[in-house]
């Protein structure tokens, strides 16, 4: 093999393997994502505790509630839990909001197990109110929160649809802020709601 072949090889093999012995290239940092609150104000309202009397079936119900961020800032978890004296009920419902989508994003996880959370809600916020659609395949369900402009006040309501599509009321509750929760998510140290 002449020289210069010798040097053609060599050159080959140096082009070949240099990039391998380069160190890699740091990838660019990650656009951080705002935080959820950061992005929508109707989730923040509802950050806090509260109490929510009403009714289930026609019959009255009493729950407390505490909604408080969770996941790095990204979910709304809204845990509501029976008032009585022997707990009958117990719900976490997940809220997010899409801003890439511009809609709303929903798991209600409740003491019945997994059955039930097997389908997310969505929805859309107009003004103060925010429905959300939870297509169960036996009958959907709509979910419509309220809240006053001050957002110390307001209404879920809770209906299902029937075979005929005409919707009913499952349960309807109002919601009242609790004193000194002011939409803001609990400080750290602060104990979480009990019954």
Known sequence: MTSRIKLRYLALLLALTCPLAAPAATPPAPVPTPPAH??????????????????????????????????????????LIDAGAAPGYE????????????????????????????????????GQTLVLL????????QDTFRLATDGNSGSLLIETQGKDGSWSTFASY?????????????????????R
């Open 38 to 79: 950061a992005t929508d104000a109707f989730l923040a309202q509802l950050a806090g505790r509260w109490d929510l009397p009403g009714t289930l079936g026609g019959k009255p119900v009493h729950y407390h509630g505490e909604a408080r961020w969770v996941l790095q800032d990204t979910w709304l978890q809204l845990n």
């Open 91 to 126: 719900a976490s419902v997940y809220l997010g909001f899409d801003a890439k989508a511009g809609d709303y994003v929903a798991h209600w996880l409740d003491k019945f197990g997994a059955p039930g959370a097997r389908v997310v809600g969505s929805g859309r916020l107009e």
């Open 134 to 141: 939870f297509p169960y395949a036996e009958g959907a369900f």
């Open 174 to 194: 109002r919601l009242s802020r609790l004193p000194g929760t002011a939409q803001k998510p609990r400080a750290q140290g602060e104990q979480p709601l009990t």
